[in-house]
Protein backbone atom coordinates (compact mmCIF):
# COMPACT_ATOMS: atom_id res chain seq x y z
CA UNK A 1 0.00 0.00 0.00
CA UNK A 2 1.31 3.69 -0.87
CA UNK A 3 1.87 5.23 2.37
CA UNK A 4 2.19 8.82 0.49
CA UNK A 5 -1.17 8.74 0.27
CA UNK A 6 -1.92 8.74 4.32
CA UNK A 7 0.96 11.50 4.49
CA UNK A 8 0.12 13.62 1.53
CA UNK A 9 -1.30 17.41 2.03
CA UNK A 10 -1.46 20.06 4.78
CA UNK A 11 -2.47 19.27 8.02
CA UNK A 12 -6.27 20.24 7.77
CA UNK A 13 -6.42 18.35 4.62
CA UNK A 14 -5.11 15.28 6.05
CA UNK A 15 -7.47 16.07 9.10
CA UNK A 16 -10.38 15.98 6.56
CA UNK A 17 -9.25 12.27 4.85
CA UNK A 18 -9.25 10.96 8.05
CA UNK A 19 -12.78 11.56 8.88
CA UNK A 20 -13.99 10.72 5.62
CA UNK A 21 -12.13 7.62 6.35
CA UNK A 22 -13.67 7.15 9.68
CA UNK A 23 -17.03 8.56 8.70
CA UNK A 24 -16.92 5.45 6.10
CA UNK A 25 -15.91 2.57 9.11
CA UNK A 26 -12.69 2.57 7.36
CA UNK A 27 -11.08 2.72 10.92
CA UNK A 28 -7.88 1.61 9.87
CA UNK A 29 -7.28 3.80 7.32
CA UNK A 30 -8.48 6.95 9.42
CA UNK A 31 -5.61 6.08 11.83
CA UNK A 32 -3.13 5.37 9.02
CA UNK A 33 -3.97 9.41 8.41
CA UNK A 34 -4.37 9.97 12.08
CA UNK A 35 -1.27 8.58 12.99
CA UNK A 36 0.87 11.33 11.50
CA UNK A 37 -1.02 14.22 12.61
CA UNK A 38 -0.68 13.44 15.65
CA UNK A 39 2.73 12.97 16.11
CA UNK A 40 2.72 16.79 13.99
CA UNK A 41 0.15 17.90 16.57
CA UNK A 42 0.40 15.85 20.42
CA UNK A 43 -0.93 18.60 22.31
CA UNK A 44 -4.75 18.62 20.02
CA UNK A 45 -7.09 17.00 21.75
CA UNK A 46 -9.12 16.22 18.52
CA UNK A 47 -7.02 14.64 16.28
CA UNK A 48 -6.04 12.00 19.12
CA UNK A 49 -9.56 11.58 19.88
CA UNK A 50 -10.14 10.39 16.70
CA UNK A 51 -7.23 8.20 16.84
CA UNK A 52 -8.53 6.73 19.91
CA UNK A 53 -11.67 5.69 18.32
CA UNK A 54 -10.24 4.37 15.37
CA UNK A 55 -7.96 2.35 17.24
CA UNK A 56 -11.21 1.14 19.34
CA UNK A 57 -13.59 0.34 16.48
CA UNK A 58 -10.89 -1.25 14.65
CA UNK A 59 -10.13 -3.60 17.96
CA UNK A 60 -6.70 -2.30 18.07
CA UNK A 61 -7.65 -2.12 21.98
CA UNK A 62 -4.06 -1.36 23.74
CA UNK A 63 -3.27 1.05 20.87
CA UNK A 64 -6.49 2.57 21.37
CA UNK A 65 -6.06 2.78 25.60
CA UNK A 66 -2.24 4.38 25.34
CA UNK A 67 -3.86 6.87 23.34
CA UNK A 68 -6.61 7.37 26.12
CA UNK A 69 -4.30 7.67 28.85
CA UNK A 70 -2.11 10.33 26.87
CA UNK A 71 -5.47 12.05 26.39
CA UNK A 72 -6.60 11.59 29.89
CA UNK A 73 -3.28 13.46 31.23
CA UNK A 74 -3.85 16.29 28.63
CA UNK A 75 -6.93 16.70 29.95
CA UNK A 76 -7.88 15.33 32.60
CA UNK A 77 -11.68 16.47 32.28
CA UNK A 78 -12.30 15.48 29.43
CA UNK A 79 -15.09 13.38 29.73
CA UNK A 80 -15.75 11.05 26.25
CA UNK A 81 -11.84 10.11 26.54
CA UNK A 82 -12.66 8.85 30.02
CA UNK A 83 -15.39 6.88 29.21
CA UNK A 84 -13.61 5.66 25.63
CA UNK A 85 -10.77 4.49 28.59
CA UNK A 86 -13.38 2.95 30.62
CA UNK A 87 -15.17 1.22 27.22
CA UNK A 88 -11.62 0.32 26.39
CA UNK A 89 -10.91 -1.37 29.21
CA UNK A 90 -13.80 -3.14 29.46
CA UNK A 91 -13.55 -5.05 26.20
CA UNK A 92 -10.02 -6.12 27.27
CA UNK A 93 -11.80 -7.79 30.33
CA UNK A 94 -10.43 -5.23 32.61
CA UNK A 95 -13.60 -4.08 34.39
CA UNK A 96 -12.27 -3.11 37.45
CA UNK A 97 -10.19 -0.87 36.25
CA UNK A 98 -12.43 0.32 33.83
CA UNK A 99 -14.92 0.98 36.88
CA UNK A 100 -12.97 4.04 37.80
CA UNK A 101 -12.54 6.07 34.25
CA UNK A 102 -16.32 5.34 34.06
CA UNK A 103 -17.38 7.29 37.21
CA UNK A 104 -15.40 9.78 36.36
CA UNK A 105 -16.54 10.28 32.94
CA UNK A 106 -20.19 10.17 34.24
CA UNK A 107 -19.27 12.71 37.01
CA UNK A 108 -18.03 15.19 34.41
CA UNK A 109 -20.85 14.55 32.32
CA UNK A 110 -22.99 15.78 35.32
CA UNK A 111 -24.78 11.87 35.62
CA UNK A 112 -24.31 11.73 39.61
CA UNK A 113 -26.33 8.53 39.76
CA UNK A 114 -23.12 6.37 38.52
CA UNK A 115 -21.45 8.04 41.15
Known amino acids: M???YYDHGTAAERWERARMFFDAKDYAAAA?????LVEEVP???GPRLLLARSYYHSAQLQRAEAELRVLVELDP???Y???MLGRTLQRQGRSAE???HLRIAS???GDFSQV
Open 98 to 100: AEL
Open 32 to 36: RVLGG
Open 77 to 79: VEH
Open 43 to 45: EQV
Open 81 to 83: ARL
Open 2 to 4: NTT
Open 107 to 109: ALA
